[in-house]
């Protein structure tokens, strides 16, 4: 039964690094106007209080990641997770938002009333069982992209004969000690070239088994240049100036690798040999793809190569023929011996948080919608969906995506009407997903809950910052492609 029911004008489903960005510009651009949050965890983050294994940092330069209209003020290039969490909740606090967030709910359903012209959330609060109704005019979704609940775990043969610790960084136990123990990682993404030299300081050994490999490049941790201008020029002027060269280095680099495959894959691989030395294997480091057919994977000051080169780390590329009580024998008959396995293969998409969607009783299927501007659904009124870039600091568009939602609700107030909706009337729909210019295997899981691509913008998602800017700071809210009902 219901517990209560409440009313905002503009409710944010997720308190994370989004929801909280949004939030932000809200109360900005409009102190008077009351919206809340509803938040699953208890805590504010996200996915930065969601994730808790060793060395979880950004893999996202900071001054790009961190919100447009409130600086990051350390020099750290790639940030741990905590120091993430405490600038997210401290963004919150100094903006007055965290006062807005409800804990503990768990959005189930939402769904549109034309008659009434406002949203109805159904929110389940998990630690009694009660549910909550939400009501609102403007919904706005900033769940992320993955499944909260569990990371993706492939079906391993004989992976419950292993006696030993098994662990997905998704639900990585708390003072866990791995100190003295053989661990073998699987995985080859961000959370694997995280796990290894995070562990490898205190592990007997930490073995990296990948069935294929990523490519991984190095950066400074600490952004020197910023350091020596800090000296001499204001910080705000210098937070402009790197944001802006960071942001432009981004582009280039995604721009060089699609016009220029070979070789991108060449100044790449070149930068690993350098840090691996002669003799290691760089077929532990040449993926079979393109660069930029999946995400880069950073790695501060080289640490990666730097656990290999000590020989506290190895790389062994190889297929799972089974585990065994004591590790893992591969295909090709070698046997890696383990006391913990940690399983980094990913994550399980989900769009929405899992939510039902529905407009006048009928649920609507993402994967049977396409994007508007990236930032609303077709057909769909008063909802924005908040997704970032895959291809550059997820927060880029964040912070695009509220500023265009404060543009919209401007321009409502501006015409007198209260309700957005936009309209294809092209038949623009393909088959391709949102995200499918990825091949990463978290990414084609998620085929069938992503929204799908249009032929032509606003239906398509372009991935491009430079192009959102214009699209969402300036181009005219009245595009004739958006209608706002009577």
């Not at 039964?1 to 900005?28: K, Q």
């Not at 069935?211 to 240049?225: E, T």
């Not at 997820?394 to 265009?404: G, I, N, S």
Request: proline letters at 5%; one cysteine or more; glycine letters at 8%.
């Amino acid at each position: 039964m219901d517990m209560t029911t409440n009313r905002a004008t503009v409710l944010i489903i997720g308190a994370g690094l989004s929801g909280i960005g949004v939030a932000c510009r809200l109360r900005r651009e409009f102190p008077d106007r009351d919206f809340a949050i509803l938040e699953r965890r208890e805590a504010i983050g996200g996915t930065w209080d969601l994730f808790r294994y060793p060395g979880i940092r950004s893999d996202s330069d900071m001054f790009s990641f961190g919100y447009e209209f409130r600086p990051w003020d350390e020099l750290k290039v790639l940030a741990d997770g905590a120091s993430i969490r405490e600038y997210v909740a401290a963004t919150a606090a100094e903006y007055g938002v965290d006062r807005a967030i409800h804990h503990g709910l768990k959005v189930l359903a939402a769904d549109w009333s034309s008659e009434r012209r406002e949203w109805t959330v159904t929110a389940l609060r998990e630690a009694t069982g009660e549910s909550e109704t939400w009501t609102c005019s403007f919904l706005v979704t900033c769940t992320g992209y993955y499944d909260h609940d569990r990371g993706h775990l492939p079906d391993f043969p004989g992976i419950e004969s292993f006696e030993g610790v098994r662990i997905h960084p998704q639900q990585w136990p708390e003072d866990f000690d791995h100190a003295g123990r053989k661990v073998v990682v699987i995985g080859s993404g961000a959370t694997a070239v995280t796990l290894v030299p995070a562990m490898a300081g205190t592990a007997e050994h930490v073995t990296m088994l990948q069935r294929s490999p990523s490519y991984v490049f190095s950066l400074p941790s600490i952004d020197r240049i910023t350091a020596v201008q800090r000296a001499f020029l204001p910080h705000g002027l210098v937070h402009r100036m790197t944001r802006a060269r960071n942001i432009r280095m981004q582009r280039v680099l995604f721009r060089t690798a699609r016009r220029f495959p070979g070789a991108v894959r060449r100044l790449l691989l070149a930068g690993v040999r350098r840090r691996v030395g002669k003799d290691f294997d760089m077929a532990h480091f040449s993926p079979r793809y393109d660069p930029w057919d999946e995400r880069l994977c950073a790695v501060p000051d080289g640490d990666l190569f730097t656990a290999l080169r000590s020989g506290r780390a190895s790389v062994v590329t190889d297929t799972i023929e089974t585990f065994t009580p004591t590790g893992i024998r591969l295909a090709s008959g070698r046997e890696l011996a383990a006391d913990v396995v940690v399983t980094a293969t990913g994550l399980e998409l989900q769009a929405l948080g899992g939510a039902r969607i529905s407009v006048d009783g009928e649920v609507r299927d993402l994967h049977e919608v396409c994007t508007y501007k990236s930032v609303m659904l077709e057909g769909i009124p008063n909802l924005a969906w908040v997704f970032g870039y895959t291809n550059a600091s997820w927060t880029l568009k964040v912070d695009l995506a509220a500023a265009y939602l404060v543009r919209l609700l401007r321009h409502l107030d501006t015409i007198g009407r209260t309700v957005a909706v936009p309209v294809d009337r092209g038949a623009n729909a393909t088959g391709d997903g949102v995200v499918d210019s990825l091949s990463s295997g978290y990414i084609q899981r998620a085929k069938h809950v992503m929204p799908r691509q249009g032929r032509d913008f606003p239906w398509r998602m372009v991935m491009d910052y430079k192009h959102d800017r214009k699209v969402l700071l300036s181009d005219p809210v009245d595009d004739g492609v958006l209608e706002f009902p009577a």
